[in-house]
């Protein structure tokens, strides 16, 4: 699998992904410090929302295949700056969270993906698992096992 390491604002949904994405028992944790396992790399939001603390993701990525950056859709407004994306040498994905939320916009979340630079956009609710898959056949690379 290629290796994802996601970023996002605090509680945007990194750690609830990471747990659909490894197939584990979904329960809230909060994110203290960049938790590199085998596929994903989870961090804390707080890297995202805080400049000096943002040169750590940047170093991070470089050890990941692809960078995936969350929105919910509850979010009210984007911390992405348009075509913030060219900054980084990697892939990098958009991924909508919180899908399922009654005041949520998931499609003005996914504008701003877009407007950030994101190509691919994926859509999931993670306690549900919704959308999950997608990505994981996103990560899929040759010889790997098939999703299920
Ligand atoms: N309804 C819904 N709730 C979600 C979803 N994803 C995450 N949550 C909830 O949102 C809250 C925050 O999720 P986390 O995964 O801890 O968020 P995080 O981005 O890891 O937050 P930090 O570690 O603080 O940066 C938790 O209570 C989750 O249960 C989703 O897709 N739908
Ligand atoms: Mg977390």
Redesign the pocket.
Known sequence: MKKIILM?R????????TQALRGEAIH????QYIQHTDVVIDT??EYAETQHLGRALALYSYEADVVGLLLSATEPYSLYPPCCTTACNRVVIGIV?????PDGNPQRAENWLRLAGCRTIFH????TGEGVKDILNFLREPGDPPVE
Do not use: Q, W
């Not at 605090?10 to 992904?17: C, F, M, N, P």
């Not at 809230?28 to 994110?31: F, M």
């Open positions: 996002g605090v509680a945007s949904g990194k750690t609830t992904l809230y944790h909060k994110t804390p939001g969270t919180h899908t399922d939320a999931v609710n993670s306690l």
